[in-house]
Nanobody, 126 residues
């Protein structure tokens, strides 16, 4: 069992930055894969980025490559999403998700996730 709580959402400026945080609790070990998803009104949920706790390997959607950075502080059981060079299309409800994977090579947003947070909203002024 893993619980996830997102924070850090709010208003950003086009070209500006925001940092989201996902704090995990419960049973946590090195096999945990943590991902960020986002949902915009009228659009399908989109996988944004993911990171594997054991080796720190990462995955990014093409839409955020070069602008967003996912990172982790395992001592605090936290995963961060640093969002730089924000665009209006980045506005969405952002969700943290987690599941266990056998290796970092399987830690990507296209796979299924068991645990989900409640979401945090991001708006971007255009």
């Amino acid at each position: 069992q893993v619980q996830l709580v997102e924070s850090g959402g709010g208003s950003g400026q086009t070209g500006g930055s925001l940092r989201l945080s996902c704090e995990a609790s419960g049973y946590i070990d090195g096999t945990l894969c943590v991902a960020w998803f986002r949902k915009r009104p009228g659009k399908e949920r989109e996988g944004v980025a993911s990171i594997y706790r054991d080796d720190g390997s990462t995955y990014y959607a093409n839409s955020v490559k070069g602008r967003f950075t996912i990172s982790q502080n395992n001592a605090k059981n936290k995963v961060y999403l640093q969002m730089d060079n924000l665009k209006p299309e980045d506005a969405a409800e952002y969700y943290c998700a987690a599941d266990r994977r056998s290796s970092g090579g399987y830690c990507y947003t296209g796979s299924g996730f068991t645990y989900w947070g409640q979401g945090t909203r991001v708006t971007v002024a255009s």
